[in-house]
T-cell receptor, first 110, second 120 residues
Framework: QQPVQSPQAVILREGEDAVINCSSSKALYSVHWYRQKHGEAPVFLMILLKGGEQKGHDKISASFNEKKQQSSLYLTASQLSYSGTYFCGTPDENDYKLSFGAGTTVTVRA | NAGVMQNPRHLVRRRGQEARLRCSPMKGHSHVYWYRQLPEEGLKFMVYLQKENIIDESGMPKERFSAEFPKEGPSILRIQQVVRGDSAAYFC??????????????????FGDGTRLSIL
């Protein structure tokens, strides 16, 4: 089953913050986050491996709560370059193929 | 460029023709994954291959679709007798290790730029 992402879309002005959530109905071993710009390849942002772990990529950070089976991606002081569609991916019990959420489209305006 | 290389970037076929999509993984990567993405949707897993072996093809349609990753050369995703519903972006990803979440590995999958397949 694919993870569920929310919200579906968010519009921000430069400098504003946003949170993207990713939840699963099954146990999560890890959560992968990617960003995809229109017509381009998904670009790897980070992997969350342990419960409660926070990782950062520039001013983008994330947390992972194993017990709640969810992860959140935090966009802080957003920049125009943050625009794109963010996907979370979760590996299955065989630990290789990723199930991706439907994506959250982020639009950052000047 | 040592990234994942896919070609062609765009492919147009008429219904009933064959489509061949190629993927060369990153240097040092021996694991290849194919995903399909329909417009405005997420990525759907199709198949996972290692050199000369198909490990998991549970996401592949049972008919017309096949994949290989020979000892030499790129991985090939082959679609026979294409239909309009095959129109999509097909992405290939590679990784150096199989274990991605369990244990200590933190190796991500690196994606190529994709092949946009259009069926007339």
């Amino acid at each position: 089953q694919q993870p569920v992402q929310s919200p579906q879309a968010v519009i921000l002005r430069e400098g504003e913050d946003a949170v993207i959530n990713c939840s699963s109905s099954k146990a999560l071993y890890s959560v992968h986050w990617y960003r995809q710009k229109h017509g381009e390849a998904p670009v790897f942002l980070m992997i969350l491996l342990k419960g409660g772990e926070q990782k950062g990529h520039d001013k983008i950070s994330a947390s992972f709560n194993e017990k709640k089976q969810q992860s959140s991606l935090y966009l802080t002081a957003s920049q125009l370059s943050y625009s794109g569609t963010y996907f979370c991916g979760t590996p299955d019990e065989n630990d290789y193929k990723l199930s991706f959420g439907a994506g959250t489209t982020v639009t950052v305006r000047a | 460029n040592a990234g994942v290389m896919q070609n062609p970037r765009h492919l147009v076929r008429r219904r009933g023709q064959e489509a061949r999509l190629r993927c060369s993984p990153m240097k040092g990567h021996s694991h290849v994954y194919w995903y399909r993405q329909l417009p405005e949707e997420g990525l759907k897993f199709m198949v996972y291959l290692q050199k000369e072996n198909i490990i998991d093809e549970s996401g592949m349609p049972k008919e017309r679709f096949s994949a290989e990753f020979p000892k030499e050369g790129p991985s090939i995703l082959r679609i026979q007798q294409v239909v309009r519903g095959d129109s999509a972006a097909y992405f290939c990803a590679s990784s150096p290790t199989r274990r991605q979440g369990l244990g200590n590995s933190n190796q991500p999958q690196h994606f190529g730029d994709g092949t946009r397949l259009s069926i007339l």
